[in-house]
Every structure is written in structure tokens, then in C-alpha cells.
């Protein structure tokens, strides 16, 4: 048996990042198609802003966030519905969320180790409490999806005719766009905030050069995604690599492999 | 009695200060097959558009089945078929059966998942248009005259009481054109589908509508069960058209 199961921080980074994994892989395919890829970055860097701030006033940094990558997330459907175009509003809210982000660190003395932590994860210091939080809103959310399941994949494949059909798409898109947001914060712990794109975005795109349906593309994608946890993981452990970056790199390695096959 | 199901009643609407439609007032009735015609830019799918409730008229007043307020319920009474409708990502990961599949979405709750009966009414619909071989293949990888036979069924699959197309043969052989109008006729026949068909090949469907409607700026409707006379046509295109469109190979 391998001896890095026995470690209770091993097992709690397995159990939290395929859980995230497997949320990612689901709500990206969704983003990638509706290309906004770089939704998720957007959102990370507002979340910043959110954490800076919960760390000077001293709330839990999980929850301010939250609250900063949600009120992100509403602001740019906001401004979309401004005629502001789409990747303007993600780049205008992301640079708010990391301008502020770095004032309110200035304010408390510089950068520390719980700020690097949250910029590049901290996966295998991942706590109870954590796997907790991790859990129920991870759970919460793939309930979402599953009953906006219908919704969604209709608005992703053809706004205009859902449109017609009667379904609220401003509503749905608000809600995959917050979606997006609470996910986005979930992932941090695991990634960090400059790779939480890759989750979202790398395993859909692996999966979709499979040329199947729907709901085969999700769940290759949800597979990619875990696998790539779980290899990341463990080559993280052994080689003593930084484990965020390991699993990122396992994800392109399988990118290109997929590709490649592919184009033979 | 024909029951009305689409009711104009002065219907004016501007793009800014440019006069699109103006006091426009018609209604179809149960059954009826409306042709829409007129040139570029007359206003053929704006009126589509104000049916939808896509647009507000800057007055007067649409009814849909009798009610003025356009809600979710009516527009299920719908299937619309637009003239972008081919313009998707030809990459999306989507079946034929599962874009059919969508005609069933805005019948379902949110809890509800499809049923036995959703499927049986999704291949019926892939079966009317001759496409059920054709329902596990990626929706991208058809052709244009196939793909705009998925999303005629999709629209079918809805069970639509009126069924709208602008311009859906835009991009088809004349092969397939011929299929798709006899289509439309067994629908309007058979299954007593209201049908609004916007097109510019009057020749072609002619032979199928039991109206004509010209569009610029005006709207006038003529009854064309007994064929079409050339007034009708110049109402449209003005004075200086003199020939109903057909095609020379």
C-alpha cells in the first residue's frame, strides 16, 4: 500500500481535491463553450481583494472571499448588460479586486506567508474545517447544476432560442456566473488564485477534442480533471514538488497527449 | 369559427428614428399558413421579433392567443426557428437527439428530468423530419440542410402551436427545399400546425400559404388561397418588380 495514504494530511488533500476537481471540470465545460475562459481568473484576482480585506479586519478569509468573488461576478453581468463587452468587465472588476487587494495588504505590513498560501495554494495544509466547508458548499453547488442541468446546456448551446422558448436567460446566466464565483474560492485553497483557471479551463478543453456528446464530454472532463488531482498528488509527495503546480502540469501533460493523439 | 392566435392591432415601431413598422394590424388564425414577404431591411423580422417579445412596439398592441401579456406559458406555444439558428459553434459536444432534446426543456420543472414520453416525442419529431438515423451523430458534423432539419424537429418537439421560420432555407440545395416544403405542408395539413413562414422565394411557397403578407414599412395581407395575383407582389417590392423570383440552373 502506498505509504503516503497514512498521512492525514495526504488523505484530506485527496478527498478536497478531487472534490474540486470534479466541481471545476462540471461548471468549466459550461464556461469554455460560452467562452469566457478567463471568467475564473477574473473572478480569483477580485477574490483577492476579499481575502486581503479579511485579513486586516480579521474575518474568516473563506467568507470575505465569498462575499468579494460573488458581488464580482454580479457587477459583471452588470456591466454586460451595459453593452460594457464581456472580457472588458472581467478585466475591469479583476484589476479593482487586485488594486485593492494590494492597498489593504499594504495597510497590514506586507505580504506573509498565509497571503503566499492563498496565491499559489496550500493544498496538503488543507484542515478539517476546510474539507468542511469544501463539502457542503461543493455538494450545494453540483445539486445547482443538476437541477439547472436542462437550463444551462440549452443557454450554452443557443441564447437566442432559449430565449424564445420562454427560459429567464439573464437569470441563468447570473447563475452560472455565481456558480463560477463560489467555485472559483473553493479552489483557491487547492491552487491558488493565479491557477484556478487551469481547472476550469484545461479539462473541458482536454475533453472536448473527444468530439462526443454532452454529457460524455462532462464526464471526461470530470474524469481528466480527477486524475489529474490524483497524479499531481502523488508525484507532488514523491518528488517533493509544490503540489498546486504538480497537478497543473499533469493537466497540460494530458492536454497535449490528448492532442496530439488526436491529430494523428 | 377560426380561433385568432396571433392578433396586430396598430402596431408601430421605430430603431431609433428610423420607422421600421407603422400601424400594422393583422391577425392569423388557427391553421392559417402565413408567407411573409418584402425586401431587406422592411421589417420581416422585426415583426417576428415583436411577436416573440424580443421588441416592445412603440404602440399599439400584439395579443398571443388571446392575452397581450407575453409570458413564458405562450412562448412555449411557439416554435421558432431563426434565420442564425446555423450559426453555432460547429464544435459544440452536442448530439442531434440531444439539440432536439432542448424542444422538451421549457416543458420541464427544474427537478424534472426527461421522461419516457420526452423521448418519444423527441424521435417522433426527428422522424417527421426524416433525421431519426441521424441522432447520435454531433450536430456540427451535418450538413446545412440537415442541421436545419434538427432544428425544425427541435422546434416540433416543443408542440408548438405555431410553428415561425425566417428565412430557414437560406444556404439549402434545392434538393432539400423540396423536401423541406413538403414537410411544412404535411405539418399544416396533418397535424394542423399554424405555420409563419418568412421567405424571399414567393415562387416556391406560393403553393403552400394560405396568405401573403408583404412587409415594408407597411404590412398588407392578402388571401391567396386562389393563388397570387401580381398586386399582390407589388405591394412589397414596388412597382419597379415585375416577376416572381425562380430559379434557372
Not at chain 1, 13 to 26: E, H, M
Not at chain 1, 46 to 60: Q, V
Not at chain 1, 73 to 98: C, E, H, N, R, T
Not at chain 2, 39 to 65: A, E, M
Amino acid at each position: 500500500m502506498l505509504e503516503l495514504f497514512q498521512f492525514v494530511f495526504m488523505q484530506r488533500a485527496f478527498i478536497a481535491g478531487i472534490l474540486i476537481a470534479v466541481l471545476c471540470s462540471t461548471i468549466g465545460l459550461f464556461i469554455v463553450l460560452k467562452r469566457m475562459a478567463l471568467l475564473g481568473d477574473g473572478l480569483a484576482h477580485i477574490s483577492f481583494g476579499g481575502i486581503a480585506a479579511g485579513m486586516l479586519f480579521g474575518i474568516n478569509t473563506l467568507i470575505s472571499a465569498l462575499i468579494f468573488s460573488i458581488l464580482g461576478a454580479v457587477g459583471i453581468q452588470k456591466l454586460k448588460k451595459m453593452k460594457i463587452y464581456s472580457d472588458s468587465a472581467i478585466a475591469i472588476f479583476f484589476s479593482f479586486g487586485l488594486a485593492l487587494g494590494v492597498i489593504l495588504v499594504s495597510l497590514s505590513r506586507g505580504f506573509n506567508s498565509d497571503l503566499m498560501s492563498y496565491l499559489f495554494g496550500s493544498i496538503l495544509s488543507v484542515n478539517i474545517s476546510d474539507i468542511i466547508i469544501i463539502l457542503i458548499a461543493g455538494f450545494a453547488v453540483l445539486l445547482t447544476l443538476f437541477l439547472f442541468y436542462k437550463e444551462l446546456f440549452y443557454i450554452t448551446f443557443d441564447e437566442a432560442s432559449a430565449k424564445a422558448a420562454g427560459i429567464k436567460v439573464g437569470r441563468v446566466n447570473t447563475l452560472l456566473i455565481v456558480l463560477t464565483a463560489i467555485i472559483v474560492v473553493l479552489s483557491m485553497r487547492i491552487v491558488g488564485i493565479l491557477l484556478v483557471s487551469s481547472l476550469l479551463v484545461i479539462p473541458a478543453s482536454t475533453a472536448l477534442m473527444f468530439k462526443r456528446s454532452f454529457k460524455q464530454t462532462l464526464i471526461l472532463s470530470t474524469i481528466i480533471s480527477a486524475l489529474a488531482v490524483i497524479i499531481g498528488l502523488i508525484a507532488a509527495y514523491y518528488l517533493n514538488l509544490a503540489a498546486g503546480g504538480a497537478i497543473v502540469m499533469i493537466l497540460i501533460g494530458i492536454f497535449l497527449g490528448v492532442f496530439f493523439l488526436s491529430k494523428h | 369559427m377560426n380561433t385568432k392566435v396571433i392578433e396586430f392591432n396598430k402596431v408601430s415601431f421605430s430603431y431609433g428614428k428610423q420607422l421600421t413598422l407603422s400601424s400594422v394590424s393583422f391577425s392569423v388564425c388557427k391553421k392559417d399558413f402565413f408567407g411573409i414577404i418584402g425586401p431587406n431591411g422592411g421589417g420581416k423580422t422585426t415583426l417576428v421579433k415583436l411577436i416573440l417579445g424580443f421588441l416592445t412596439p412603440d404602440s399599439g398592441q400584439i395579443k398571443l392567443f388571446g392575452k397581450e401579456e407575453i409570458t413564458s406559458e405562450n412562448l412555449q406555444k411557439i416554435g421558432y426557428v431563426s434565420q442564425k439558428v446555423t450559426n453555432f459553434d460547429y464544435n459544440f459536444p452536442a448530439t442531434v437527439f440531444e439539440v432536439v432534446s432542448m424542444g422538451r426543456f421549457p416543458r420541464k420543472r427544474i427537478l424534472q428530468q426527461l421522461s419516457n414520453e420526452d423521448n418519444k416525442i423527441i424521435e417522433q419529431a426527428l422522424t417527421d423530419v426524416g433525421m431519426l438515423n441521424y441522432k447520435n451523430r454531433r450536430i456540427g458534423d451535418l450538413s446545412g440542410g440537415q442541421q436545419q432539419r434538427v432544428f425544425i424537429a427541435r422546434a416540433l418537439a416543443s408542440e408548438p402551436e405555431v410553428l415561425i421560420l425566417d428565412e430557414p432555407l437560406t444556404g439549402v440545395d434545392i434538393e432539400s427545399q423540396h423536401q423541406f416544403y413538403e414537410l411544412l405542408k404535411t405539418l399544416n395539413k396533418d397535424k394542423e400546425l399554424t405555420i409563419i413562414l418568412i421567405s424571399h422565394d414567393v415562387g416556391m411557397v406560393s403553393k403552400l400559404i394560405t396568405n401573403l403578407v408583404c412587409v415594408n414599412i407597411h404590412v398588407t395581407v392578402h388571401d391567396v388561397s386562389k393563388g397570387i395575383s401580381h398586386s399582390d407582389l407589388t405591394c412589397a417590392y414596388g412597382n419597379g418588380f415585375d416577376a416572381v423570383p425562380h430559379h434557372h440552373d
